[in-house]
């Protein structure tokens, strides 16, 4: 049986451990988040009309990756702790039930894609050139996302053995197959059919599907805390409930992500189609900046997880502190390329008109909440890692719905489009107090008293 003495998580020093584990995550959300915006770069090649219509369906990605991370993250916190008491049955049994939940999930996103993504569409345009194709491109997105789910799942899974360079593998074959698809599927190269936008959408599930076979192979060769037995594929409801005492929280939090993005564009369309575009082309952009935080936190979730599971608070203290600094260092570096370099960033959607007139005060506004929205992300991580799963959504539905939200439906009554992107700063600032006060509650009571508490 392993116990804390022998898995890395319980041992080795905590810098180059929280480094050596985030930076291969990092490295594989940056390849994820360069095919995300690849897929925009060649959809925008094809006309304005279909990067508006892949903007209107980023919602609703947005909400199948909600629930696939956020499953992923009650998997992880759970998995870790059971890990860290060294009790392998019942880590087996998360593992296991994990999967399954995936299976389930992709089916209730299949029917929607089937039936729901025409309707979806109509809420939002009556131009046929934006509905018929976004409806394909989402359609095809969601009936075969089923790789996407396991992927996301078995990443998980391998991660908490800290070989994340597995999961980094994982991403790169997805990733790379999506890149060379790309253009060939979408402009109808080497003898390929062109299929436009739809084509952009096969692509990204060939590329999902290819990932997650090679995780699926790699959990198999290489995870020896975690075994994966089809026999063992059985519904465990105290493992479920586990699962989901921290994951359906983050699911919901993740969900208010795609919530909001949702309300924004209906704030923004009544400006512009270009001012959803533009939307939609920060959120790609970003994710250049939020990946490696996001890297770097999925690293951290595991790691606390097990400490805390071991009871070794200095351990967890210093995770937090170490993480914090990197997460301002990586924060900083994204605002600074986004107030210098706006215009160079969207020349690659379109050179000049509209999108680079709206898009370049958009950047340089939105990206002055980046340091904050950093620290904000380190500790909503920290309370899914000790199952405090309710403290990260409360941030989240206040930072989104409560804040950000009716700033910039209030904000948009001024006339200015300028206006409504200083929403999200605002929605930052008054956030990170909120953050800081869950802090200071999970302090006292979790980390300070882990010597008594009792587990469940």
Not at 411 to 427: K, Y
Request: glycine residues 8%.
């Amino acid at each position: 049986m392993e116990t804390s003495e022998q898995n890395i998580m319980g041992t080795k020093p905590i810098t180059p451990l929280l480094l050596g584990m985030s930076f291969p995550i990092m490295i594989s959300m940056l390849v994820q988040a360069l095919y995300n915006v690849v897929d925009s770069i060649f959809v925008a090649r094809l006309s304005d009309a279909a990067l508006t219509a892949v903007s209107f369906a980023y919602p609703v990605q947005m909400l199948t990756i909600a629930v696939s991370v956020g499953t992923s993250v009650g998997v992880n916190a759970l998995l870790s702790r059971r890990l860290g008491e060294g009790n392998r049955a019942a880590a087996e049994k998360v593992a296991h039930n994990g999967i399954l939940l995936m299976f389930v999930s992709w089916a209730v996103f299949a029917v929607f894609g089937l039936f729901g993504s025409g309707l979806f569409f109509s809420f939002f345009t009556d131009n046929p050139a934006i509905a018929v194709d976004g409806a394909a491109y989402l359609r095809t997105c969601l009936v075969f996302s089923l790789g996407m789910f396991l992927q996301i799942c078995l990443e998980r899974l391998i991660q908490v053995t800290g070989r994340t360079v597995f999961q980094m593998l994982s991403q790169l074959s997805g990733a790379v197959a999506n890149i060379v698809l790309d253009p060939i599927l979408i402009f109808g190269l080497l003898g390929a059919p062109r299929m436009g936008v739809l084509g952009a959408a096969v692509a990204t599930v060939l590329g999902q599907t290819l990932g997650c076979i090679v995780c699926f192979v790699l959990n198999l060769k290489y995870n020896t805390e975690v075994r994966l037995h089809w026999r063992s594929l059985k519904f465990d409801r105290p493992s479920v409930r586990g699962i989901y005492d921290v994951g359906l929280p983050s699911i919901i939090m993740q969900s208010i992500g795609s919530v909001m993005n949702f309300g924004m564009n209906k704030i923004l369309i009544t400006f512009s189609e270009t001012a959803v575009s533009v939307l939609g082309v920060y959120f790609k952009l970003q994710s250049f900046v939020f990946m490696p935080g996001f890297g770097l936190t999925n690293a951290l979730v595991p790691i606390v997880g097990y400490n805390y599971g071991a009871r070794n608070k200095e351990r967890i203290k210093k995770s937090i502190k170490v993480s914090l600094v990197i997460m301002t260092i990586i924060m900083a570096v994204g605002t600074l390329i986004f107030q210098v370099f706006p215009g160079a960033l969207l020349s690659m959607f379109g050179s000049g008109g509209d999108l680079a007139r709206i898009g370049e005060p958009a950047l340089r506004i939105i990206s002055l909440s980046f340091l904050l929205a950093g620290v904000a992300i380190v500790f909503s991580s920290l309370f899914q890692a000790l199952g405090e799963g309710l403290l990260s959504l409360a941030m989240s539905v206040f930072r989104q719905l409560v804040v950000l939200l009716p700033a910039a439906w209030l904000l948009s009554f001024t006339g200015s489009l300028d206006a409504v992107w200083f929403s999200f700063f605002i929605a930052e600032a008054t956030s990170i107090l909120l953050a800081l006060g869950f802090f200071r509650h999970t302090y006292k009571n979790k980390i300070q008293k882990l010597d008594t508490l009792q587990f469940n």
